[in-house]
């Protein structure tokens, strides 16, 4: 059998063979390889990046580097797997044939103690490879009734948190400036900063925050910088997200820094203990966080920290905390306050690298699909469409 081999004459061979009377030859005999090799399929990827995944934010000085991942760097980010097998919005363009979009936002550069929050969005969404669409006590089925898509990972810089919080803003921003409901995937807790920062602009008043967490939040700086305990008290300096309209929930134990305790007394933020929910009652306290958020408000941003759980039930966060909420009482809480229909959701500190038996994972993906499902259920979701050319979720047009 004669075989034909065709050559390509644009891709030169490589040098000749490494010379033997020369002690480094195998190094020098690559580095010589190496400026032989084409480049055109890289400049296609990024090229395609630019195109589908935005410019970058303006802070960015290597221009290469799109807003969301859409090649190989990071190395971090950009998985193909989506959000409970979504469909997938290559180009984030066409981000606005949908009702809900999920992205990740994988930064740990906030992170004081524990890393590895930058695997967060891809252990949630591989985790959600064991979940179905349909939920038996919700009577919701995502994929028949949400027009839900997954657009990637931001671009997030891991050595630099403020272009990394210009690229979540610019994010965010494209997202909801297109009347999408965004879901963001962390990613330590200072992306709240920029998450508000890229909604706030598309709300036409006040935006109200629900946040669960077992830590304030609010000190001005932590080890000199933005960080992620830090990120109530830059959102609530956007003017039109005032620090009234901020309640906190699971709030305790003994990681609470008395700076952020004076800045939330001083600027009037609502405060809910563990032992607050215990009190009182998970119905009591979601009806009360619901009003002092929405109060004056035109919208609520929710944004859910996997440590407000017990430790034991979240192993895989920064700041793990005993004595937390029990999973129970948290999905039931972020079912009652997404009921009346939210702004947007993130849910972050969840740190694959600390998870047992991606447990942690698990429930972050639960507080997505809960939030959404009871949105579903009262009709704040599941009204848009898809009207693209494209595989679809949700309601026919």
Known sequence: MTHTHRHNHNHPRPPSPPRRDVWNAEGDWAQRAEELLPSERLREEVERGLAHGLEAAPSIADRTISTFVRGELPHFAGETGTFLKCPFIEDVHDVGDAEVAVLGAPLDAGTTYRPGTRF???????????????????????????????????????????KSFDQISRAMSHVVERGVFPVVLGGDHSIGYPTVRGLAPWVEG??????????????????????????????????????????????????????????????????????????????????????????????????????????????????????????????????????PGLAGLEVVECSPPYDQ?????????????????????????????????????????
């Open 357 to 397: 038996s991606e447990q942690t994972s698990l429930i972050a993906a639960r507080v997505v699909l809960d939030c959404l499902a009871a949105q579903v259920r009262t009709g704040r979701l599941g009204r848009r469409a898809a009207t693209g050319a494209r595989r679809a979720w949700g309601p026919r047009p």
């Open 206 to 339: 006040n935006v109200g925050i629900i946040h669960f967490d077992r830590h304030v939040d609010t000190q001005e700086t932590d080890l000199d910088e933005r960080m992620h305990t830090t990120p109530w008290f830059h959102a609530t300096n956007i003017a039109n997200a005032p620090a009234v309209n901020l309640v906190q929930v699971g709030i305790g134990g003994w990681q609470a820094p008395r700076p952020g305790v004076r800045v939330g007394r001083g600027r009037g933020t609502t405060v809910v203990t563990v032992g607050d929910v215990e009190r009182v009652g998970i119905e009591k306290v979601a009806e009360a966080a619901l009003e002092v958020a929405w109060k004056g408000a035109e919208a609520v941003y929710l944004s859910f920290d996997v440590d407000v759980i017990d430790a034991g039930f979240v192993p895989g966060t920064g700041w793990p905390e005993p004595g937390g909420l029990l999973p129970r009482e948290a999905l039931k809480l972020v079912r009652l306050v997404s009921e």
């Open 120 to 162: 967060g969005p891809q252990g949630i969404r591989r985790v959600t490879n064991l979940f179905g669409t349909y939920s038996y006590e919700l009577g919701v089925d995502l994929r028949e009734q949400l027009n839900l898509v997954d657009v990637g990972d931001v671009f997030t810089i891991p050595a630099n948190i403020e």
